[in-house]
């Protein structure tokens, strides 16, 4: 193994660390035996229970750091990781302290989104390889700073859209492509979850178990509330413009990618039109109770609608998930595609659901099914560690899909309205207020820099 070098600065940026400057001299390459060393950086449920999953279905694969800027989570997080794994990690509440870490090789970014972005980029500017939870950015432009970040510093990139690795996404693709469902004609996709209305908590002190301006880093700056964080769950920054895209973003983006994907992956939409309002419980959140998105790709539309107001319908069950030879009722499934050929109708479904293909006649003509690909997209994460070949969620393709997620977001926004999208550019070209949130803010000390 050829040992990383290392620049660490004393240069000022997120966490004390530049975006401006390149801190790797060397590039790293790992072995097929040797050991890769991970540290997650966010120990909500999500990262923690992927990074413990990672080190048990890979070989040589462990876990050095954990980090959180919630003191309750890192040291629950540290705990469980010693249990599960027989050995305790160190735990720090900066992530400054992973990057400046040579033992690490990847990191494991699972925080809110608005910091998926920043931290994915400084990992790829000190030599660190990346698997970064979805949805990818809170806005166009940083995703696609990410995107040249990759490329720049050679790292490896993967996105946590697991349905990039699931075999039946695969052979979705491939029936697609041998054209038996004739010319695609209209796709929709739905995200129909449950829910309830949101009221915000009043603003309260800043709790001792919480680094609280360092979970806004780069969000601007503004009072705690407890109804955006919580000291052991999730909390609901998701309903919140700043910290995350609301539904569209935390349940659409796998629909919505999972479709690019089996379509072979077409290029931006020539437009955008949105509308989402609070309509059905009257909700104070910023992010919409419910959204209907309609994409126009030119020779096809893709359709997304969903939200919170739907207690009817229902995520694929465990023992779906868990069966590969099981379906989904797609009626009530509340994640479904349904993809509309000239010759036939795709279910598809993305919590292993699978797919199946209505003829005439109501006849199924076809189908495929698997379990749920997160063994999948961590096994190659690891491989594509050791043979830096590019990730099956990789960086580009899933910032175009994290691109359909903003600008469905930004076209409600602006009031509702149809957005015409340069691909070219990533630039809207009939307002200049979606421009402005294409781009982003940034708070003072986290700015990402044009130049990365
Ligand atoms: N791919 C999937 O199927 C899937 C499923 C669930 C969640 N997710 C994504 O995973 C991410 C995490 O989800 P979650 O449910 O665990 O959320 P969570 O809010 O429970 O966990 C996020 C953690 O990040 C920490 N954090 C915030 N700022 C930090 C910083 N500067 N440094 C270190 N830690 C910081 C928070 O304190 C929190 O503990 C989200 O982006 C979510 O959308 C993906």
Not at 75 to 102: C, H, Y
Not at 201 to 218: R, T, V, Y
Not at 334 to 355: D, K
Not at 404 to 421: D, P, S, T
Request: hydrophobic share 35%; with cysteine.
């Amino acid at each position: 193994m050829k040992r990383r070098e290392f620049l660490t600065t004393g240069a000022t940026g997120i966490a004390g660390m530049s975006l401006a400057s390149p801190m790797i001299l060397g590039d790293s390459i790992v072995g097929a035996n040797d050991k890769i060393v991970l540290a997650l950086i966010g120990c909500g449920g999500r990262g923690l229970s992927c990074i413990v999953n990672c080190c048990k279905i890979n070989k040589n694969v462990v876990i050095k750091t954990v980090c959180d800027v919630n003191r309750t989570k890192l040291s629950n997080a540290a705990k469980t990781v010693e249990r599960q794994l027989g050995k305790k990690p160190t735990t720090t509440e900066d992530m400054k302290t992973i990057f400046n870490d040579k033992d690490v090789t990847a990191v494991w970014i699972a925080t809110p989104e608005h910091w998926h972005v920043p931290a994915s980029i400084l990992a790829c500017q000190t030599g660190k390889d990346v698997y970064v939870e979805k949805n990818l950015s809170v806005n166009i432009w940083e995703s696609r700073k990410l995107v040249e970040a990759a490329a720049k510093y050679k790292r490896i990139v993967q996105v946590g859209l697991q349905n990039r690795s699931a075999p039946q996404g695969f052979s979705a693709r491939e029936y697609l492509k041998s054209g038996k469902l004739g010319k695609i004609v209209t796709v929709k996709t739905y995200f129909m979850l449950g829910g309830g209305k949101f009221t915000e908590a009043p603003e309260q002190p800043i709790p001792a178990w919480l680094d609280w301006d360092k979970w806004l880093g780069p969000a601007p700056y503004r009072p705690f509330s407890p109804s955006i964080v919580s000291e052991h769950g999730r909390g609901d920054w998701q309903y919140y413009w700043d910290y995350s895209g609301g539904l569209l973003d935390d349940e659409a983006s796998h629909t919505i990618d999972l479709t690019r994907m089996v379509l072979g992956d077409p290029p931006h939409p020539k437009s955008v039109y949105a509308w989402g309002g609070n309509y059905a419980y009257g909700s104070k959140s910023e992010t919409p109770e419910f959204q209907s998105v309609v994409y126009d790709f030119g020779n096809f539309t893709l359709t997304a609608d969903g939200g919170r107001a739907f207690k009817y319908m229902y995520k694929a069950p465990q023992s779906i998930r868990n069966d590969a030879t099981k379906f989904p009722n797609w009626r009530n499934y509340s994640a479904r595609v349904e993809i509309y050929g000239t010759e036939g109708l795709m279910y598809l479904g993305r919590h292993g659901g699978g797919w199946q293909v209505l003829g005439k006649d109501d006849k199924i003509v076809a189908e495929d099914s698997a379990v749920f690909p997160d063994n999948e997209h961590q096994k190659n994460f690891i491989e594509c560690i050791r043979s830096r070949k590019q990730p099956n969620g990789g960086i580009e393709q899933c910032h175009q899909s994290s691109t359909l997620i903003n600008m469905g977001n930004i076209a409600c926004r602006v009031g509702n309205k149809q957005l015409l999208f340069d691909g070219q550019t990533e630039k809207f070209t009939n307002d200049d207020q979606a421009n402005i949130l294409a781009k982003g803010t940034y708070r003072k000390g986290y700015e990402i820099p044009n130049e990365i």
